[in-house]
């Protein structure tokens, strides 16, 4: 935090920064990216400074003393950096970057993207690296070798910190090949989006109990655990999702939950009875609840403030509640 705050205060931090984010804001959105001369830049490194200066410093010495193996040096390493500089301009020119749609993924959690690098001509493109566009992540790069007239896939990470909706932060890549004298590097926006799901509570209270079905007669005890105390004997052919593996453990017989008692009664993960008085940390106890009552194979719905789903099983219903939890 400290140094966020001092980065903050440093005017050429400050200015470097604003001029990314101008800069940044022209560029297209778009998922499938053709790398062509427009969008693909090109610097000395550090080594290529030292290289060019190097070569001034043979020039002078080979006029100072009429050296002609000097020359001969001098313009030989000079036509090598010449050359270094259109192959590796060329490594990135022509690449092709698609991004694949990004799954949704948790709070806290790294959400990977996938990218493939098409390459069309018949020479094996080397050394390209990519990262993410960020002070925390261009550290973190990855790197690939795409052979020739084919594909290879690269996968990198970031890390959003809230919930929601979030745009896929801009991409770079970047190759030295093949003297390391000059980068050549673009910058790419995509256009797709990312889901992040609230993260779930880490130790999350027992389900709440089972509402009665509209129209139904009896009404069946629930355990504080949870689960519908129903239960009978194991029977050959019973799912094992059906199987009580905590009476299991605890009487050495194996019993099952009795489906059609459990069938009169509904479980609700309902917004207003999450406990917390935070916003954040309902839905926290909410994806838990989501990810327990799935991991149980029981049905559920979810209220929510202006919205309810009804109650369901499988993974449709488990990723149709935690949409709802993220975009709540």
Same mark, same amino acid.
């Given at each position: 935090m400290l140094d966020a705050h001092r980065s903050t205060l440093n005017p050429f931090v400050f200015a470097r920064r604003k001029f990314r984010q101008w800069w940044q804001a022209r560029l297209p959105l778009a998922d499938t990216y053709t790398l062509t001369q427009r969008n693909v830049y090109i610097l000395p490194t550090r080594p290529g400074f030292m290289l060019g200066l190097t070569l001034l410093v043979l020039l002078v010495a080979s006029i100072n003393y009429q050296l002609n193996l000097g020359y001969l040096l001098t313009f030989l390493l000079a036509g090598s950096a010449v050359v270094g500089m259109h192959v590796c301009h060329a490594t990135l020119r022509g690449l092709t970057l698609n991004l694949l749609p990004p799954p949704p993924q948790f709070a806290g959690a790294s959400a990977t993207l996938s990218v493939v690098l098409s390459n069309a001509r018949k020479q094996v493109r080397h050394s390209i690296g990519l990262a993410v566009l960020d002070a925390t992540h261009e550290d973190h790069w990855t790197w690939t070798d795409v052979p020739s007239q084919g594909s290879c896939t690269v996968q990198v990470a970031f890390q959003p910190v809230q919930r929601g909706l979030h745009r896929v932060p801009p991409l770079t890549a970047e190759t030295r090949f093949p003297l390391g004298t000059f980068r050549v590097w673009t910058v790419w926006r995509p256009a797709a989006q990312v889901?992040?799901?609230?993260?779930?509570?880490?130790?999350?209270?027992?389900?709440?109990?089972?509402?009665?079905?509209?129209?139904?007669?009896?009404?069946?005890?629930?355990?504080?655990?949870?689960?519908?105390?129903?239960?009978?004997?194991?029977?050959?052919? !019973?799912?094992?999702?059906?199987?009580?593996?905590?009476?299991?453990?605890?009487? !050495?017989?194996? #019993?099952?939950?009795?489906?059609?008692?459990?069938?009169?009664?509904?479980?609700?993960?309902?917004?207003?009875?999450?406990?917390?008085?935070?916003?954040?940390?309902?839905?926290?106890?909410?994806?838990?609840? #989501?990810?327990?009552?799935?991991?149980?194979?029981?049905?559920?719905?979810?209220?929510?403030?202006?919205?309810q789903i009804a109650p369901g099983n499988g993974e449709a219903q488990k990723r149709r509640c935690l949409e709802a939890l993220a975009l709540c």
């Open positions: 889901l992040v799901y609230p993260a779930p509570e880490l130790h999350p209270p027992p389900l709440p109990q089972g509402e009665p079905r509209s129209g139904g007669a009896a009404q069946a005890r629930v355990q504080n655990t949870g689960e519908f105390e129903g239960v009978r004997a194991y029977r050959r052919g !019973d799912p094992l999702k059906l199987v009580v593996w905590k009476k299991a453990a605890k009487s !050495d017989e194996l #019993v099952s939950r009795d489906t059609m008692q459990a069938q009169r009664y509904e479980l609700w993960l309902d917004f207003a009875g999450a406990g917390h008085a935070d916003r954040e940390a309902r839905l926290s106890r909410l994806a838990a609840w #989501v990810l327990q009552a799935d991991k149980l194979g029981q049905d559920y719905g979810l209220r929510l403030p202006g919205q």
